[in-house]
């Protein structure tokens, strides 16, 4: 979810994962296309995924969510849960943090106007909760200077997801 250029799908078609992309992106879902050409991307949103409800063994949204305000959050959860079937995965990394940055300038230097969301993964944990998954297992990762990410892996509870409307956040 939030495939970018497609580089983790074709990691996990690699291990034999039936996996494909999704991304909001037309240019970043033709890059993916051209990169690996033999797997599926489509041009698509997580905050109105179109998948049909528990299609999916697993999701992996792999940074992506950190372009989604915390007010968005619990209904992208939700989505995610109706999504994936009872007892899939879904496997979340993101930046830690607090508030929002505007980024200007991407990987190599190219110009771009995209808000950053940093979160704690205690709080990305009680999202998850809130709309019906089980956090399995977290990770902090970091270097000397500060934390990186962190990764989250959660299961799905049976039953129907709740719709949960995040705070906004202060910054």
Known sequence: MGCGSGRIAAHLRGLGVDA????????????????????????????ELDVAEASLAGLVAWYSLI???????????????????????????????????????????????????????????????????????QTTLSSAESPLGAIISARRRPGIARTVVAPSSSA
Request: no cysteine.
């Open 20 to 47: 494909f992309g999704i991304d909001l992106s037309p240019g970043m879902i033709e890059t993916a296309r051209s990169e690996y050409p033999g797997l599926r991307f489509e041009v698509g949103s997580m905050t």
């Open 67 to 137: 372009h989604i305000p915390d007010h968005a959050m619990g209904p992208v959860l939700a989505h995610f849960h109706r999504a994936v079937r009872p007892g899939g995965l879904v496997l979340l990394a993101f930046h830690v943090g607090d508030g929002s940055r505007l980024k200007t300038r991407g990987y190599g230097g190219q110009p771009m106007n995209v808000h950053v969301h940093r979160r704690q993964p205690a709080q990305v944990a009680a999202w998850l909760d809130d709309v019906g998954f089980t956090v399995e297992a």
